[in-house]
């Protein structure tokens, strides 16, 4: 089946409701669109890239009716997308560093940081690299453009930290005297409160140690400050605006006392509503 005519897509695909030749190996006939099915239209749309739907909407009434289904996106997340977590999750995430070295302030040694477990449970991985706390059940949560459009998002993102080699370098300044860098991490999760989650919240949602409650600090910025930090940190600016598309986000910067020294790891989550039932971010990895 051949679509020719109206409406041309970015890689030369034509989308139209008018005809379209079948060719078989003894007749040729000619039949219009409204003549196919709705699930053989269904799998013609499913199989059109994200970016490329809204052309979609524009072609007739039908097509748009469909595309702005909810049953559509179900169906388009689920053979689009793959919402299958890796089995282990390894790298910065996983825990302490091993024989730290002992941190000088004022000449005083700190104490060195013994190997232990940053999070209770490991958050799950997509494969495309989003981070889920392990406490959200990905098939319960509700298929729709919105998840779709976040995971679109969020994978360009975190293909851009990994392409370009971005990392949280610890003496930026975000509260904390620890020194070192690593790769950044983002992640999604619902959140149907009203306010942006607390650090009792986030350490809860994403089953921190308790010995992490031990030192917060949770504060609230602007949009200007955060396409400061992230132009800072090599991101390009529209990273701001998928990250906070509202006026405010949260910075979050979790540590341990012992309890005069400050002493790895820092996770540090910056995040903000990106979407109405959605919190996401950055989370800038432990160092």
């Known amino acids: 089946m051949v679509i020719p005519s109206k409406c041309p897509m970015s890689d030369g695909t034509v989308l139209t ?29 499913l199989n059109i890239p994200f970016l ?13 009716e469909m595309v702005e289904g909810s049953y559509f996106w179900r169906c388009y997340l689920q053979k689009n997308y793959s ?18 070295q002992p941190m ?12 232990a477990e940053v999070f209770h449970n490991l958050p799950k991985r997509l494969d495309n690299g989003v981070l889920f706390p392990i406490s959200i059940q990905m098939d319960k949560v509700p298929s729709s453009k919105t998840l779709i459009t976040l995971l679109e998002t969020f994978k360009t993102i975190k293909s851009t930290i990994d392409s370009n080699g971005l990392v949280y ?30 650090s009792e919240d986030i ?14 600090i949770q504060q609230k910025k602007t949009k200007s400050q955060l396409t400061c930090v992230l132009s800072h940190l090599g991101f390009q600016h529209w990273v701001s605006d998928a990250l906070c598309p509202g006026k405010e986000w949260t910075q979050l910067c979790f ?19 990106v979407a109405p039932g959605w919190i996401g971010g950055i989370l800038t990895g432990l160092w």
């Not at 999750?89 to 730290?100: H, I, S, Y």
């Not at 930026?172 to 020194?179: A, I, Q």
């Not at 350490?203 to 917060?216: P, Q």
Request: proline content about 6%; glycine content about 6%; overall charge negative.
């Open 104 to 115: 000088y302030r004022g000449g005083f040694d700190a104490l060195t940081v013994q190997p």
């Open 255 to 273: 540590n341990v006392h012992d309890p005069t020294h400050m002493m790895c790891p820092s996770p540090v989550f910056l995040y903000s509503d």
């Open 52 to 64: 490329e739907l809204k052309k979609c909407t524009q072609v007739c009434q039908r097509w748009r």
């Open 17 to 45: 409701p008018s005809t379209v030749s079948v060719t078989h190996t003894e007749t040729r006939s000619t039949f219009t669109t409204d003549q196919v099915s709705n699930e053989v239209l269904l799998n013609i749309l």
């Open 203 to 216: 350490s809860r949602i994403f089953m921190l140690n308790e010995d992490l409650k031990d030192s917060t």
């Open 169 to 198: 370098d610890g003496q930026m300044g975000f509260g904390w005297k620890s020194e070192g860098f690593c790769l950044m991490d983002v992640f999604l999760f619902p959140w149907q409160e009203d306010q942006q989650p607390t």
């Open 83 to 100: 919402l299958k977590t890796q089995l282990k999750v390894e790298g910065p995430l996983t825990d302490w560093q091993d024989g730290l």
